[in-house]
């Protein structure tokens, strides 16, 4: 942070040649520069510890290295592919425009000063620069003060998301549907089918447990990824219960010798055999057999 402070001028001639100063931040005046809307608010080194550095046309410079948590509004109906735009608010609380004019420090869309992440990758960084006008009662004119804001854009890095949920989730999903309409024996039974199926089921949903631990907490709606792994389950379920609806078919049809009902021949698109049709037999006798 810098400023120009009138009452911090001298000749650096008349003092030996000496144009900066080193001072303790709390010997000189500072603006109250502070974060609208701050949840809490530390400093990363104590302001007894914090130097100002003085040239001798009145230019100061501080680094105040602070904390500062506070609330963005998150869109998380895309999550794991999601963007985000978080705006923070500076001002002085108690020096209006005529007293303290803030400016940016950097220019828009710079983001050499900002360090990337682990989970976030920061697209572009704005800034603009408007005055408001407050009301401070009857007795008091109406004061306009300066305000900066700082618009940050930054999408989440799914990579973690697509590795550990997305494609083992997918895979459990692919290998289970394959595995309950695939034949295992010649004589058609599909218990062991079954077992898959609902072994699948429970390994989404401990995902799904994971997953709603790691997704935000919303009342929006379900973000895309909760959406995806809900959608599976769904699948995997209807499959089991496909693959319970054939075993019973299967066993009244092959076992009791009962005919499948006709709405599941319809919905087959397959058509009911004769019942009175005879199997004809047929025998080869071997020309190297005696007769």
Same mark, same amino acid.
């Given at each position: 942070?810098?400023?120009n402070?009138?009452?911090l001028?001298?000749?650096?001639?008349?003092?030996?040649?000496?144009?900066?100063?080193? !001072?303790?931040?709390?010997?000189?005046?500072?603006?109250?520069? =502070?974060?609208?809307?701050?949840?809490?608010?530390?400093?990363? !080194?104590?302001?007894?510890?914090?130097?100002?550095?003085?040239?001798?046309?009145?230019?100061?410079?501080?680094? &105040?290295?602070?904390?500062?948590?506070?609330?963005?509004?998150?869109? =998380?109906?895309?999550? +794991?592919?999601?963007?985000?735009n978080?705006?923070?608010?500076?001002?002085?609380?108690?020096?209006?425009?005529?007293?303290?004019?803030?400016?940016?420090?950097?220019?828009?869309?710079?983001?050499?000063? !900002?360090?990337?992440?682990?989970?976030?990758?920061?697209?572009?960084?704005? #800034?603009?620069?408007?005055?408001?006008?407050?009301?401070?009662?009857?007795?008091?004119?109406?004061?306009?003060?300066?305000?900066?804001?700082?618009?940050?854009?930054?999408?989440?890095?799914?990579?973690?998301?697509?590795?550990? !949920?997305?494609?083992?989730?997918?895979?459990?999903?692919?290998?289970?549907?394959?595995?309950?309409?695939?034949?295992?024996?010649? #004589?058609?039974?599909?218990?062991?089918?079954?077992?898959?199926?609902l072994?699948? &089921?429970f @390994?989404?949903?401990?995902?799904?447990?994971?997953?709603?631990?790691?997704?935000?907490?919303?009342?929006?709606? =379900?973000?895309?990824?909760?959406?995806?792994?809900?959608?599976?389950?769904?699948?995997?379920?209807?499959?089991?219960?496909?693959?319970?609806? =054939?075993?019973?078919?299967?066993?009244?049809?092959?076992?009791?010798?009962? +005919?499948?009902?006709?709405?599941?021949?319809?919905?087959?698109? &397959?058509?009911? @055999?004769?019942?009175?049709?005879?199997?004809?037999?047929i025998?080869?006798?071997?020309?190297?057999l005696?007769?």
């Open positions: 942070m810098f400023w402070d009138d009452f001028v001298w000749n650096a001639t008349e003092f030996g040649g000496i144009d900066k100063l080193h !001072l303790p931040a709390t010997a000189i005046w500072r603006p109250d520069l =502070i974060v609208y809307g701050a949840v809490k608010t530390e400093f990363a !080194l104590p302001l007894e510890d914090t130097v100002a550095v003085v040239q001798s046309n009145g230019r100061v410079a501080v680094e &105040l290295a602070q904390v500062v948590q506070m609330f963005c509004v998150f869109d =998380i109906e895309l999550f +794991p592919f999601d963007k985000q978080c705006t923070m608010e500076f001002g002085s609380w108690t020096y209006s425009l005529d007293r303290v004019a803030f400016a940016p420090l950097k220019d828009n869309g710079s983001t050499e000063f !900002l360090r990337d992440q682990l989970e976030w990758e920061i697209i572009s960084f704005e #800034s603009n620069l408007l005055e408001g006008v407050y009301e401070l009662g009857d007795s008091f004119k109406n004061e306009t003060f300066d305000e900066l804001y700082y618009h940050f854009v930054f999408k989440r890095k799914p990579t973690f998301y697509i590795i550990y !949920l997305v494609i083992p989730s997918f895979l459990i999903t692919l290998l289970s549907v394959i595995g309950l309409f695939a034949p295992f024996s010649s #004589s058609g039974e599909r218990q062991e089918k079954v077992t898959l199926g072994t699948s &089921l @390994a989404m949903a401990l995902i799904l447990d994971i997953v709603s631990k790691e997704i935000p907490k919303t009342s929006k709606g =379900i973000p895309l990824l909760g959406r995806f792994v809900l959608y599976e389950l769904i699948i995997i379920a209807l499959a089991v219960l496909t693959a319970v609806v =054939i075993i019973s078919f299967h066993k009244a049809t092959v076992l009791r010798k009962e +005919p499948p009902p006709r709405w599941l021949l319809r919905f087959l698109l &397959l058509k009911q @055999a004769d019942a009175k049709r005879r199997t004809r037999r025998f080869i006798q071997s020309p190297l005696p007769n």
